[in-house]
């Protein structure tokens, strides 16, 4: 059975019973249907097989007409809790898809019917861009490798939340909501949630009995926090594992896979993106070899029939949980990896570590075959002023501007998840405990905000990284799109001499600059009189005692 190479889902779920025979849906809208065993099976999670055997429930779904037609999905279906089994389907294709499962299970085989599958309008796909279909890496040439689309080839701009540990039982679902609209309207596209496997304390681990088994009503919290955010335009990342000290010994290879075949299962007709593990290399890789992790990606690649973007998160140099395997990037072990999508960084926390980002970035930005790159987990803003606002606008316009296809962020009350019906206990990481603060809009993530508005205003994704186009500033921060447009960061304001090589030199220029921190713009014109033109920000010591960071945008008037 061949696989599907597009993916992504769109918001929203179908419900059906395993009788009905004929429905309608939207392209990539989740489909879902449920099936009842006619017997009891004990511990139904224990068959998900690890050694290449048969599943117990799959389906195929053939397109018969229109642009699906020809094209076949084989889905495994999932244990939903007690008798009940669930199959969910997202049609890349407009068409009729017929549909039939099978099974050694009676109630659960040879249940068939028929899809008529429409598209979105382009007002629906604007209110959601998730309807565009899952994420892949660019095709299209002049820089095909350095940036995410969506199905549909539309340019996707990955400005992430880190959301560890919203898989807490005891955490109300309005709260997940009021984070999700808020990031949502910040202007945030993806959701870094764990999906613990083994989590923070029982409340966040959905595994019981020593890893056999799971909690099915823990783990449709997990369903509602992805289906939501889908709703709000927000890609969830999903991983399922943490590397731990000596992880080897408590958790078999076997169940490490079993877990991760069950969560394809589960959350595979979502617009969600695959994580092997959250700090994967971690006290040297979790006890595990080195080729474990590689068959790992190698696995869930394979598994998910719609092929969708797969990577892992490292943790970095420096301290001691990453002696064993110290690693800033990706780039450095797995970039050859042919199912490794794309590279990821932990710059990790603390100012030195926050200045190593654009040299991470440049890295792994150099590599053949290139692909993009994404410091997914930078200095976190932890407490408002620590570290700064500006601190994080550094990281992530250093990281953008040196070639990254966006950046993630963490703060605040989210990344723990502290809430008052789930308060987090002190521990080694800075918090503030008062619930009187609204953390989520700290400077930092506010900053974020403003950075993914602008971006998305511009032909962002067509930036080539051109530090060598500002001059007299030190750590110059530039790119380009050349002929068009050049894009600065000025870290401490000032002014810096810019090469206007690639313009005609009678040109003139308008100038935007950017008040990286609330959004406010400066416009002024400028014309190059020769190759080099120095350009002034809006504020500069001594009529502005304190430096202000700002960023620079000018194109032909």
């Not at 350095?146 to 919203?166: C, K, M, V």
């Not at 949630?193 to 304390?201: A, E, S």
């Not at 963490?410 to 019906?421: M, N, Q, T, Y």
Request: hydrophobic share 35%; with cysteine.
């Amino acid at each position: 059975m061949k696989k599907f190479v597009l993916i992504l889902l769109c918001s929203g779920s179908v419900y059906l019973s395993a009788t009905a025979n004929s429905h309608e849906t939207k392209v990539w809208e989740v489909f879902e249907i449920s099936l009842a065993s006619d017997e009891f099976i004990e511990n139904p999670y224990g068959l998900v097989p690890v050694d290449g055997s048969s599943d117990p429930l799959t389906m195929v779904f053939r397109g018969i007409s229109g642009p699906a037609a020809g094209q076949e999905i084989t889905i495994t279906g999932f244990w939903y809790g007690g008798k009940d089994w669930k199959v969910r389907f997202a049609a890349p294709l407009e068409g009729t898809w017929e549909y039939r499962s099978f099974s050694g299970y009676r109630g659960l085989d040879d249940v068939a019917g028929r899809l008529e599958v429409s598209g979105w309008t382009g007002d629906e796909i604007r209110e959601n861009p998730v309807r565009r279909g899952l994420l892949r890496v660019s095709r299209e040439a002049p820089r095909a490798g350095r940036y995410f689309e969506y199905a549909d080839g539309q340019p996707f701009l990955w400005i992430g939340d880190t959301w560890w540990n919203w898989a807490k039982i005891d955490i109300p679902f309005f709260r997940f909501m009021e984070l999700a609209d808020d990031r949502a309207e910040k202007g945030f596209t993806i959701g870094q949630l764990f999906v613990p496997g083994n989590g923070w304390g029982a409340k966040a681990t959905i595994h019981e009995d020593n890893f056999a088994s799971i909690d099915t009503e823990h783990i449709k919290k997990i369903d509602s926090i992805v289906s939501y955010a889908n709703s709000r335009g927000i890609t969830v990342w999903i991983h399922g594992w943490w590397a731990r000290e000596n992880m080897d010994r408590q958790i078999s290879a076997e169940l490490v896979r079993r877990w991760w075949r069950y969560l394809i299962h589960r959350y595979g007709a979502s617009n969600v993106v695959w994580v092997l593990a959250g700090e994967y290399n971690m006290y040297n890789y979790g006890g595990y070899p080195f080729s474990f992790w590689v068959d790992l990606g190698r696995m869930i690649k394979e598994e998910d029939p719609y092929e969708r973007i797969v990577s892992t998160h490292p943790t970095p140099p420096g301290w001691e949980g990453g002696a064993g395997a110290p690693q800033w990037s990706t780039a450095e072990v797995l970039h050859d990896a042919a199912w490794l999508d794309y590279n990821q960084s932990q710059t990790g926390h603390g100012k030195y570590r926050n200045e190593l980002t654009p040299y991470i970035v440049r890295d792994s930005y150099r590599r053949n075959p290139p692909k993009p790159v994404v410091v997914t987990e930078p200095w976190y803003e932890f407490v408002e002023g620590n570290p700064t606002g500006m601190d994080i606008r550094f990281g992530a316009w250093s990281a953008f501007l040196s070639g990254a296809a966006g950046h993630s962020y963490a703060g605040g009350h989210v990344w723990k998840a502290h809430v008052p019906e789930s308060p987090m206990g002190p521990d080694a990481w800075p918090m503030d405990p008062d619930f009187g603060v609204n953390t989520m809009d700290y400077p930092g993530a506010v900053s974020m905000g403003v950075m993914s508005k602008f971006l998305h205003e511009l032909e962002w994704w067509r930036f080539e990284p051109s530090p060598g186009l500002m001059l007299d500033y030190p750590g110059p921060l530039c790119a380009s799109i050349r002929g068009e447009k050049i894009l600065a960061y000025l870290r401490y304001g000032g002014g810096a001499r810019i090469d206007f090589r690639d313009f005609p030199e009678t040109e003139s220029f308008r100038v935007t600059w950017l008040n990286p921190s609330n959004g406010e713009k400066h416009i002024s014109s400028v014309s190059s009189t020769g190759k080099t033109r120095y350009i002034s920000s809006p504020t500069s010591y001594p009529g502005t005692l304190e430096y202000r960071d700002w960023v620079m945008m000018i194109e032909p008037e």
